[in-house]
């Protein structure tokens, strides 16, 4: 059964510097992963899709980077800024099916102080 | 691309009555959609496969008679929280994906209050 472990579960940092928030997960027999962004009682925004096939992606201050032989994906986040914090959710979509359900991380939730 | 719709945003309604909760795939056909549920600060929890033209999937422990979940067309599912209680006061999002090569996309999630 896919797991999928997010670290850290928190992070606050001050507004300006690069973070890494770490993904892994325990099937590598995966189509891609998925890294989102969830703000208190909303919904999930898609930050950056990786195919299993690329090492990785980037999209403005974000790069995520995917190692599917050893199940781990980071998500590098470049000069924080205060409009960063929110819950960030990493999922990885199984091979064991065409439409096959994402499985999530628990999430790590981002404050960036001023 | 990959648009989907969730309406309504937010309802409150009184114990024992339904709800219905819609999601739409606004440019894509979508013969799977999946509903899930969120508790404060929790991560989401898959309620079901919606599957057009045909039963939802259930996940264990999910009351089928509760949660009823009609796909009727390729781009709607909906989902009906029947004889509501305060216990199913929760967020409820869905997702779908046009196909393995996408991403899934979200609703904007759909915030139920029982009272």
Same mark, same amino acid.
């Given at each position: ?114 | 691309?990959?648009?989907?719709? =969730?309406? @309504?945003? %937010? ?12 999601? $739409?795939?606004?440019? !894509? =056909? ?6 899930? $549920? =969120? ?16 039963? #939802?999937?259930?996940? =264990? ?22 004889? #509501?209680? @305060?216990?199913?006061?929760? !967020? ?18 759909? %915030?139920?209050?029982?009272?």
């Amino acid at each position: 059964k896919q797991e999928v472990t997010q670290i850290p579960a928190a992070l606050s940092v001050p507004e300006g510097e690069n973070l890494v928030l770490n993904c892994s997960f325990t099937d590598s027999a995966i189509y891609n992963l998925q890294w989102f962004r969830q703000d208190p009682g909303k919904g999930l925004t898609s930050l950056l899709l990786i195919q299993s096939s690329q090492r990785e992606q980037t999209s403005g201050r974000l790069n995520a980077s995917l190692d599917k032989s050893s199940g781990r994906s980071t998500l590098y986040i470049a000069a924080s800024q205060p409009g960063d914090s929110a819950t960030y959710l990493c999922a990885v979509r199984p091979m064991n099916s065409g439409y096959s359900t994402l499985t999530f991380g628990k999430g790590t939730m981002l404050l960036v102080s001023p | 691309g990959a648009v989907v719709s =969730q309406h @309504p945003s %937010r309802v409150i309604c009184k114990s024992g009555t339904s709800v219905k909760i819609e999601c $739409r795939s606004l440019d !894509f =056909q979508a013969t799977t959609m999946f509903w899930y $549920r =969120q508790f404060p600060k929790k991560s989401l929890m898959l309620m079901a496969t919606s599957n057009e033209g045909s039963k #939802a999937t259930y996940e =264990q422990g999910v009351e089928k008679d509760k949660f009823l979940i009609n796909h009727a067309s390729l781009t709607l599912s909906t989902l009906t929280v029947t004889s #509501a209680h @305060p216990e199913d006061s929760s !967020f409820y999002i869905c997702s779908a994906s046009p196909d393995t090569l996408y991403g899934y996309t979200f609703g904007s999630g759909t %915030r139920l209050t029982v009272v």
